[in-house]
């Protein structure tokens, strides 16, 4: 019996470290990413796209955002195959989310779905099949309700009661999100609770949660894929905000730094109004 015991426990052990040592490091996959949008700004597409799907290869699950402008490189290197396989990938893993996605397929894409109607149904009925399936999933629902819950209090019809309801609101959602263990091991974002929890919880974490060790939660999401780098910084300017008086950081960490970039300038216009997106919540 104790024989048993301890290879059970054995066992029990390796499926934990096994389990753990599951989490990606989407640092590099970030600075690849980076690389390619470096390729893109220097009008260098063949790079950009090598440096996309290399990038790719780094994590199980890239980010929509990344899939999308990949898309758009390999439509103007005519890989069209590789153009809707990419365009897929951006809407199942999330991308179906925005609210704008149709708009701006059809905007950016518009050249190729003049001639390719079935493919750009296909996309829509997709991104509606998904959005059920994601009402459905239970950290959606649960968060969801938080998120609405604070909204709804925000509606308040004198700005007395709006105060008492915002704080109210607000203390509820914290208290359930400290319930359920947010902290440097745990943050619920896209890896965890999937896309379109992501971009209501970032929003709630953003604006209305105070957390003491916010810069380790926050680099710790950023490298295990739960977070973009664009939406590190947000957050950071958010909570460094709130524990110093209303202040804006004058430094940000070194990893969200490294792996985030402010694009301006002619060359970066031009790319926007090719349809390349770099800055995204996702």
């Not at 290399?54 to 199980?60: C, E, L, Q, Y």
């Not at 890239?62 to 990419?86: C, G, H, Q, V, W």
């Not at 977070?227 to 950081?249: D, V």
């Amino acid at each position: 019996m104790h024989k048993f015991f301890i290879l059970s426990a054995s066992f029990l052990f390796f499926l934990l470290s096994s389990k753990s040592t599951k989490a990606e490091n989407y640092i590099e996959y970030n600075l690849e990413i980076l690389n390619a949008q470096h390729f893109l700004i220097n009008n260098n597409l063949d790079s950009a796209f090598i440096s996309y799907k290399s990038a790719f290869n780094m994590v199980t699950k890239p980010f929509p955002k990344d899939y999308r402008n990949a898309a758009l490189t390999a439509y103007y290197i005519d890989s069209i195959a590789l153009m809707k396989e990419y365009l897929e990938k951006a809407v199942i893993n999330g991308y179906h989310c925005e609210i704008t996605f149709k708009h701006q397929i059809k905007k950016s894409f518009n050249f190729f779905f003049k001639k390719d109607k079935i493919f750009l149904k296909y996309l829509e009925d997709k991104c509606d099949e998904l959005i059920k399936i994601d009402f459905q999933n239970p950290v959606y629902s649960k968060y969801k309700g938080f998120f609405d819950m604070d909204q709804k209090a925000r509606k308040g019809q004198n700005k007395k009661n709006k105060e008492i309801n915002m704080r109210n609101s607000d203390k509820l959602i914290y208290a359930e999100l400290i319930k359920d263990g947010i902290n440097e091991s745990f943050y619920p974002g896209y890896i965890t609770a999937g896309a379109y929890s992501y971009v209501d919880l970032s929003y709630v974490f953003m604006m209305h949660i105070t957390l003491d060790n916010y810069e380790n939660i926050i680099i710790n999401a950023l490298t295990n894929g739960e977070i973009t780098p664009y939406e590190a910084g947000n957050i950071y300017a958010r909570q460094f905000s709130f524990h110093n008086n209303g202040s804006c950081p004058t430094k940000f960490p070194d990893l969200i730094t490294n792996t985030n970039r402010r694009y301006e300038g002619e060359r970066y216009l031009k790319l926007k109004k090719m349809g390349f997106l770099f800055d995204r919540f996702i």
